[in-house]
T-cell receptor
Framework: KAGVTQTPRYLIKTRGQQVTLSCSPI?????VSWYQQTPGQGLQFLFE???????NKGNFPGRFSGRQFSNSRSEMNVSTLELGDSALYLC?????????????FGPGTRLTVL | AQSVAQPEDQVNVAEGNPLTVKCTYS??????LFWYVQYPNRGLQFLLK??????LVKGSYGFEAEFNKSQTSFHLKKPSALVSDSALYFC??????????????FGGGTRLMVKP
């Protein structure tokens, strides 16, 4: 089985722009979660989507949003980018939600905001 | 609220020696506990998990972890370290009794350095 894929791998934007990141989960997985990784704050949960519905949301401003499509692929969007949004954004997939299954992570998208 | 603490930013060990990476957690209910490893410019790779049952859990690449409920700890161990084990290790917890889906709370990470 192919793993979790994320596109693009690297992205450079300027303050005020918006960005869309994409995640394709492992085939058959219906849950997709997003995490932000920074040197200062570590790994923080952004949100989870399951069957096209947002299941849970972390403590991030409304500039961070996401969606999931019927094929379980997910996108996250960050509007009005700030310097502090520079981070590695990781997507993780799992067969279902709220169970003991581990999550499988993609390689991440490194976003740099100038 | 749930939280994870990894008290050591870095652990140094000589190749061939045993290694321990420490993790303590706090959840209101019963925990699901996970260890992940991250190599440079890569995502997180799953190592092992504790769900229920035996307190000693065996995982990938010869790693194991011991769940201790009274000490709320889940330390990662390996009997004999390899240079290739050098990486960033994350402990994570999920409260099985809450309604937070798959949300994981991660510790700050511990960098493991194995010297030849």
């Amino acid at each position: 089985k192919a793993g979790v894929t994320q596109t693009p791998r690297y992205l450079i934007k300027t303050r005020g722009q918006q960005v869309t990141l994409s995640c394709s989960p492992i085939s058959g997985h219906r849950s997709v979660s997003w995490y932000q990784q920074t040197p200062g704050q570590g790994l923080q949960f952004l949100f989870e989507y399951f069957s096209e519905t947002q299941r849970n949301k972390g403590n991030f401003p409304g500039r961070f949003s996401g969606r999931q499509f019927s094929n379980s692929r997910s996108e996250m969007n960050v509007s009005t980018l700030e310097l502090g949004d520079s981070a590695l954004y990781l997507c993780a997939s799992s067969p279902t939600t709220g169970s003991y299954n581990e999550q499988f992570f993609g390689p991440g998208t490194r976003l740099t905001v100038l | 609220a749930q939280s994870v603490a990894q008290p050591e930013d870095q652990v140094n060990v000589a190749e061939g020696n045993p290694l321990t990476v420490k993790c303590t957690y706090s959840v209101s209910g019963n925990p699901y506990l996970f260890w992940y490893v991250q190599y440079p410019n890569r995502g997180l790779q799953f190592l092992l998990k504790y769900i229920t049952g035996d307190n000693l859990v065996k995982g990938s690449y010869g790693f194991e972890a011991e769940f201790n409920k009274s000490q709320t700890s889940f330390h990662l161990k390996k009997p004999s370290a390899l240079v290739s084990d050098s990486a960033l290790y994350f402990c994570a917890v999920r409260d099985m009794n809450n309604n937070a889906g798959n949300m994981l709370t991660f510790g700050g990470g511990t960098r493991l350095m194995v010297k030849p």
